[in-house]
Structure formats: structure tokens, C-alpha cells
């Protein structure tokens, strides 16, 4: 049987490529330039599975210690 997750990324997949990329990731600059993400690192899990090309991307701002953010270092 399939767990939650892997149904949610299996769903936002086939939301993907039925659509495309609807909502744009959203990234962060931390104190010492890295861009990590904020939101969207499901998104980005599928884009790279799927193979696309380019993604939508959206800056929100600059990290602010002591937050929930998921970090996501982006280098590829």
C-alpha cells in the first residue's frame, strides 16, 4: 500500500503534467547568499523527476533565523 506522501507527489505529478507548474517555488537568500527554499520543494521533486526544463520561481525575501523554513539547498 502507498503512503500518504507518495500518493500527494504521485497526485501533484500527474497535476503537473496535465497543467504544469501553476504555483511558482519560493526562494530565500540566507545571510551568506545561499538560495534555499522556502516553499515547493515537493514542486521541485517533480519538475527534476519529469524532467522539465524550466520552473517557475518566485523571491520572497531574505532568511530570517529562528523561522520554520524548510531549507533546501538549490544547486542544480
Same mark, same amino acid.
Do not use: P, S, W, Y
Given at each position: %500500500? %502507498?503512503?500518504l506522501k507518495q500518493?500527494?507527489?504521485n497526485d501533484l505529478e500527474n /497535476?503537473?503534467?496535465q497543467n504544469g507548474m501553476t504555483h511558482p517555488i519560493e526562494l530565500i537568500k540566507r545571510e551568506d547568499g545561499t538560495i534555499v527554499i522556502n516553499n515547493g520543494n515537493?514542486?521541485?521533486e517533480v519538475a527534476q523527476k519529469i524532467v522539465l526544463k524550466e520552473v517557475p520561481v518566485k523571491?520572497?525575501?531574505d532568511y530570517?533565523? #529562528?523561522t520554520s523554513n524548510t531549507e533546501y /539547498?538549490?544547486? #542544480?
Open positions: %500500500m %502507498m503512503d500518493k500527494q507527489i /497535476n503537473i503534467r515537493h514542486r521541485l523571491f520572497i525575501g530570517v533565523a #529562528n /539547498n538549490i544547486t #542544480n
